[in-house]
């Protein structure tokens, strides 16, 4: 089946830095991929959606120069958290859209494994 | 807009107790998609179901089965023989048919005792 693969699984950074987080779509290509974050106990809020060699869209209220997305390739998208601070950690997960298969089948369901990210 | 709502946020069964749970949708497009997943405490994501708004039947995947009822706008899915592994947090979710933005309810927490 479709695999969608995130990494790191875990990150922790000091205040002031960056971190970049992967995507990778392991068994197809991924024409669109989404971000979303999880805080502690909270649902899933979608961040940004992303297509391929195009900007990023991103929801109301999520700073686009802050969460910087690229998804430079069918099977790669990241997100690099510019200047960590501490309530920027949080759960992100990425989820990919697209074909696989010789039947078509649509990917929309799957999503990677997360990434925890803590801000110290 | 989409919502989605799950009332309960934990429940609590002992092994082999079935547990269901409650999903409540808003939503003003006539097709639409439907999902629930499981996010055991590792954090991934896992795919349970998805359902066209079309297709009302309701479905059994082994010990898990989804009541799909478009007249009260309502998805719940009920755990039968509830077991220690089930303990998670599930989600259900809605996307227009157009769009595969995915909006999440709030989950709801299950947790099975042996």
Avoid at chain 2, 15 to 27: P, R, S
Wanted: proline share 2%.
């Amino acid at each position: 089946g479709a695999v969608v693969s995130q990494h790191p699984s875990r990150v922790i950074c000091k205040s002031g830095t960056s971190v970049k987080i992967e995507c990778r779509s392991l068994d197809f290509q991924a024409t669109t991929m989404f971000w979303y974050r999880q805080f502690p106990k909270q649902s899933l809020m979608l961040m940004a959606t992303s297509n391929e060699g195009s900007k990023a869209t991103y929801e109301q209220g999520v700073e686009k120069d802050k969460f910087l997305i690229n998804h430079a390739s069918l099977t790669l998208s990241t997100l690099t958290v510019t200047s960590a601070h501490p309530e920027d950690s949080s759960f992100y997960i990425c989820s990919a859209r697209g074909w696989a298969g010789r039947e078509g089948m649509n990917t929309e369901a799957f999503f990677g494994q997360g990434t925890r990210l803590t801000v110290v | 807009a989409q919502k989605v709502t799950q009332a309960q946020t934990e429940i609590s069964v002992v092994e082999k107790e079935d547990v269901t749970l409650d999903c409540v949708y808003e939503t003003r497009d006539t097709t639409y998609y439907l999902f629930w997943y499981k996010q055991p405490p590792s954090g991934e994501l896992v795919f349970l179901i998805r359902r066209n708004s079309f297709d009302e039947q309701n479905e059994i995947s082994g010990r898990y089965s989804w009541n799909f009822q478009k007249s009260t706008s309502s998805f719940n899915f009920t755990i039968t023989a509830s077991q220690v592994v089930d303990s998670a947090v599930y989600f259900c979710a809605l996307r227009r048919t157009n769009d595969y933005k995915l909006s999440f309810g709030a989950g709801t927490t299950v947790t099975v005792r042996a």
